[in-house]
Structure formats: structure tokens, C-alpha cells
């Protein structure tokens, strides 16, 4: 789900490596072997429990944080695909946000919303915007955990 | 003091994790391990790095390596204008989705909660709720703790703020001390960052070139932000409670280099103060040359055992199980130095 590439600039004792937000199709894909910086870890693979390649991990440590909650609502990466999934979800569903709504909870949760769920959700795209509700359902324990 | 090694990288892994190589907990995230945390909205174990850039090794002197990753450290940025915590708020092109963010908040809690009804004995998920609404609370912390402005003129002047090279050293202290005060349980200052390609004043200690240039400009930053933290604890009443380490991951040779000096990891000095220290008292010597410890020569683990006894811990006890090993800060080794304890 997540991408990183990196380009470096190199100094006199150590290249510097700064990572750069996929956000190019060519740059969207899932990785089975990745290049690893040692001094430079990604931050935001790092914060959701990425282990250092320096231990021999059989079973990634799995936590909880705060920090996470951060990455996942904040971080650049996941906000410019928030706006991608909106921009698929008014191309596919139209300018109606209950279908909206709906087209996001078969794409995300596959399912449907239930009464109460397509209410609170149609109200806060009307309030807040189809992004804003993308972001939500990024979010979501549903979304994020495999049940 | 003494080390395993000369160079910068295995030398900083084991002055903060008692190994020289990657991927073993820094003493911070034991700490919090082994003591938690008196602050419910500020992360147990933060990490105030140089302006100028992360020490080397970066993030690795800070891991928590085999330990649950929530006692990583966190870094805190103290440059002004720099946002202190990475992802605290939705930046640059996604500003706009600031505005509904309290709407968008409720639906999510709502959501979780929903969904959590018919889980009830799910922790995580349980856990993963809590974790929102922390990260509600560090939204408003650590701009707070960071905000130094309510900070009155009596403390400008101590930490010397308007000194262009004292000023941001000074803040890092500064931002220290409030993290203390607000029950953050370990605090990590970098006096310094890697070294770069470019000929100047060098960007840490590594002094090879020029020791009266480069020592000349850091040595009144360091006297300057220590001694102000110093200050500034005891005013507080916090000295006594707050044991303050400063230390470096290995020395200088007394034999020239050029105008400077090269490492040397056979003879190195650390200070500790408060917490429970003996003031006013040195122990262990070196030669007549500077070149090797002589009399009680000690290394990172004999400062590690001596720290977390003055925490409360026995460094023999705060141990954990991985890869077959009962791992601990302090290896195998160490001894609690205990004629430097009040």
C-alpha cells in the first residue's frame, strides 16, 4: 500500500537521502523486496511498526499508538490519495453523496452502509466535504483491521 | 570513560543503547518500558535533535529496537516555525481539510464505536480508539509545550536566546526542562548533527581540523544551554528529582592532527548532576597523556547500571525475552558506580 522512492544527493562523507511522496502511477506499487536506507529510515513505514532491517524479525512487533493516528490522518502521502479515491468516487458514483457513500463503503469495507451509517456519513460530506469523509473512512478499525 | 570503538556510527549506538550494533533499544525507551510515564498527553520519551540535522545514525539511537515500538522516541523540533511533531496536522495542499476536521472526528469515533459494539473484548481495537484521541490531545500539547513565549525574560536572558549561536541550543534546554515539568519521563537534547561535506566550523565535535575554531564556537553553546538547564531545574525545585546525563560517544587523542585532533576511545569524560548524584566528586583517571583510562576505567554500561539504579532499577532485572536471549541495557556487564551516589 505504501511506496517510497528515494533520491540521493550525495556529501562528501555520506549520501543525504530525501524520500519522495509517490504520487505517479508509474510510482504505485506493492513491494516484495524494497531498497532500504539504514541511516535514513522512512518515517511514516517506521511509525506503523516497520522493523528494523538490522533485527532478524520473524513476526513484526505490532502497537498501538498515537503516532499513528497522526500518520494515517496527516501524512502526505495518505491525504493525496484521499483526494485520488474522491475524485474515483465522483467519477463512478456521480454528484449524489449518498451514492457516493455508497460506492465508498463497497470499495473500502466491502458492503453497504446501513440507514444510520449512510445518514451520518451523507451529513458530513454535505458539512464537510467528499474528501474530508474519504479521510474518515481511511481511518476507520473496519478499513484498517482484516476482521 | 572508555569505548568499544572510534567510529561515530557503532560508537553512538552504544553510548545510547549499550551496543554497537543497530537495532537494540536506546536507554530511553527502557526507561519508559521499565517506568512509564507521568505525562497522559505528551510521548514518555522524547528526542530534541540539532537544528542543523540528525546525529549520526538518526533514528537508530532512539529505536526501540526488539521492545513494543511505543517506546521509540519521539522527536520534538525545536526550530522555530518548524512543526513539532511529523503529521501533527494536515499540512501544506491538504490545509484545507483542517477546516472540517472536528465533524470528521465525530463521524470516525462514531464509526469505531460502532463497529467495536459486537467486539467488546477486542483490545486493540479498543486501544486503537484511544490512540485517536491521544493524538487529539498531542495536537494541542505539543504546540504548547513548544510555544515558548509565555516564558518570562528573566528565562530568555538565562538560555540566552538572542545569541545566534547559544539561542537554539538554549531553546532545546528550555524545551527540555518544560517537557520534565509536564511529567515527560526521559528527554534526549543533541548538542550537534552529522557532519557534511562542507569546509566550515564543523556541524558537531568532531574537531579534526581546527580544536581552537571549532571548540571556540561550541564549547560557550554547550556551557551555556547546560548550564542554564542546571539553573533553571534547581529554580523549579526539579534538580533533585531529574538525573542529567551529558555525554559523548568517545574522546579526542592528545596527540595533534593537523590544527585538531582525532578520535580516541580509550579516554573520555561524561558528567552526571541531580537525580541523586554526589556532587562536587570525579571518579576514575587518565594517564598523564589523556591517552587511556587509568585508574576505574568505566564504559556505557557502568554509566547505564549507576543511571537506572538512581531511576529505581535494578539494570540486572529489567530484562526481556527475544531471539533466545534475555536482553537487557546493559548486556552482560556493568556495575553500579556507588561512590558517586549522594
Known amino acids: ?147 | 570513560m572508555q569505548s568499544k570503538t572510534a567510529l561515530h556510527g557503532p560508537a553512538m549506538f552504544m553510548a545510547n543503547s549499550g551496543f554497537i550494533l543497530p537495532g537494540f533499544p536506546a536507554m530511553g525507551a527502557w526507561v519508559t518500558y521499565g517506568l512509564g510515564s507521568e505525562s497522559e498527553d505528551l510521548p514518555a520519551f522524547v528526542v530534541l535533535p540539532d537544528h542543523r540535522g540528525l546525529p549520526p545514525g538518526g533514528p537508530v539511537n532512539w529505536g526501540a529496537g526488539f521492545l513494543p515500538a511505543i517506546h521509540q522516541g519521539t522527536v520534538i523540533e525545536t526550530a522555530d516555525g518548524r512543526p513539532p511533531i511529523t503529521d501533527l496536522f494536515a499540512a501544506g495542499d491538504h490545509a484545507a481539510l483542517i477546516a472540517g476536521e472536528p465533524a470528521g472526528r465525530e463521524f470516525l469515533a462514531a464509526v469505531n464505536a460502532r463497529h467495536l459494539g459486537p467486539r467488546g473484548d477486542n483490545s486493540e481495537l479498543a486501544a486503537r480508539i484511544a490512540a485517536y484521541e491521544l493524538a487529539a490531545r498531542l495536537q494541542l500539547s505539543a504546540p504548547d509545550v513548544t510555544n515558548l513565549s509565555g516564558e518570562s525574560d528573566v528565562v530568555e536572558k538565562l538560555y540566552q536566546f538572542d545569541h545566534p549561536d547559544i539561542g537554539p541550543f538554549g531553546r532545546q534546554c528550555l524545551l527540555a526542562r518544560r517537557l520534565v515539568e509536564r511529567g515527560v519521563r526521559f528527554v534526549q537534547i543533541y548538542c550537534g548533527a552529522e557532519n557534511t561535506g562542507a569546509k566550515k566550523i564543523r556541524p558537531n565535535w568532531d574537531f579534526h581540523e581546527d580544536l581552537v575554531r571549532d571548540h571556540g564556537y561550541w564549547g560557550p553553546i554547550l556551557d551555556g544551554g547546560a548550564a542554564a538547564l542546571l539553573t533553571d531545574l534547581k529554580a523549579h525545585g526539579l534538580l533533585d528529582s531529574t538525573l542529567v546525563m551529558c555525554q559523548t560517544e568517545f574522546g579526542r587523542q592528545p596527540a595533534a592532527q593537523g590544527k585538531g585532533r582525532d578520535h580516541n576511545a580509550g579516554a573520555f569524560t561524561v558528567w552526571m548532576a541531580g537525580g541523586g548524584i554526589k556532587g562536587g566528586t570525579a571518579f576514575g583517571t587518565s594517564g598523564p597523556l589523556g591517552f587511556k583510562a587509568d585508574e576505574h576505567p568505566t564504559s556505557c554500561y557502568d554509566l547505564h547500571a549507576t543511571s537506572l539504579r538512581l531511576l529505581g532499577i535494578d539494570h540486572t532485572k529489567l530484562s526481556t525475552y527475544n531471539n533466545g536471549i534475555q536482553r537487557r541495557l546493559t548486556d552482560v556487564q556493568g556495575h553500579v558506580i556507588d561512590s558517586i551516589l549522594g
Open chain 1, 1 to 147: 500500500m505504501v511506496l517510497a522512492t528515494a533520491t540521493s544527493i550525495s556529501e562528501a562523507y555520506a549520501p543525504v537521502y530525501r524520500y519522495v511522496t509517490p504520487d505517479r502511477p508509474d510510482l504505485w506499487r506493492r513491494s516484495i523486496y524494497r531498497f532500504i536506507v539504514r541511516s535514513t529510515p522512512h518515517a511514516f513505514l517506521t511509525t506503523l511498526d516497520c522493523p528494523s532491517p538490522a533485527n532478524l524479525t520473524p513476526a513484526r512487533l505490532e502497537t498501538t499508538t498515537a503516532l499513528q493516528s497522526l500518520a494515517l490522518l496527516n501524512n502526505d502521502f495518505m491525504l493525496r490519495q484521499v483526494g485520488h479515491w474522491a475524485k474515483r468516487l465522483e467519477r463512478e458514483a456521480g454528484g449524489d453523496p449518498a451514492a457516493q457513500v455508497r460506492r465508498a463503503y463497497a470499495l473500502a469495507l466491502s458492503r453497504e452502509p446501513d440507514d444510520t451509517e449512510l445518514t451520518a456519513a451523507v451529513t458530513l460530506v454535505e458539512r464537510a466535504g467528499l474528501p474530508q469523509f474519504c479521510r474518515m473512512l481511511f481511518n476507520a478499525n473496519e478499513y484498517v483491521y482484516v476482521d
